[in-house]
């Protein structure tokens, strides 16, 4: 119960990063601007505008991202606000072909200290809540026996 709590407090502070990251994320309106990468079977293709698409808020890693994360234990509650593109790094970050267009440091340095507040809050509300779940079920079990 206490997990997912915090996991639903962090969810919902986090959205408006995540609305931030989403908006400033590079769209590409242009069909020239296609991007292929992959070979064989992996081959992808990501299509205009889809980089808005990709940048998420949640729970699940990729299998790569997994592999690399730390594991804390059952009682450690984290989200993650980030995208699951392998080449967004180049968007974010540049490339020798290819200049710098970050959007989701830009979405972290404006939202990181407004995000700790709306959590301490949701949190405070998401408790109450699980509170009075508590009482009832406690209620009704000691109705029943």
Do not use: W
């Amino acid at each position: 119960m206490a997990r997912g709590v915090v996991e639903r407090a962090l969810m919902e502070a986090a959205k408006p990063m995540h609305q931030r990251a989403q908006d400033g994320a590079p769209g590409r309106e242009d069909p020239s601007e296609v991007i292929t990468y992959g070979k064989g079977e992996n081959r992808r293709v990501r299509q205009p505008g889809t980089t808005k698409a990709l940048v998420q808020i949640g729970k699940k890693l990729t299998k790569r991202q997994a592999s690399q994360a730390r594991k804390a234990g059952k009682h450690f509650a984290e989200i993650y606000v980030g995208t699951r593109d392998a080449k967004a790094h180049f968007e974010e970050f540049g490339s020798a072909n290819q200049p710098p267009d970050p959007f989701l440091r830009p979405a972290f340095d404006g939202e990181a200290e407004p995000t700790i507040g709306r959590f301490v809050d949701t949190l405070t509300i998401e408790l109450n809540r699980a509170a009075q779940r508590e009482a009832k079920r406690t209620a009704r079990l000691a109705k029943k026996g």
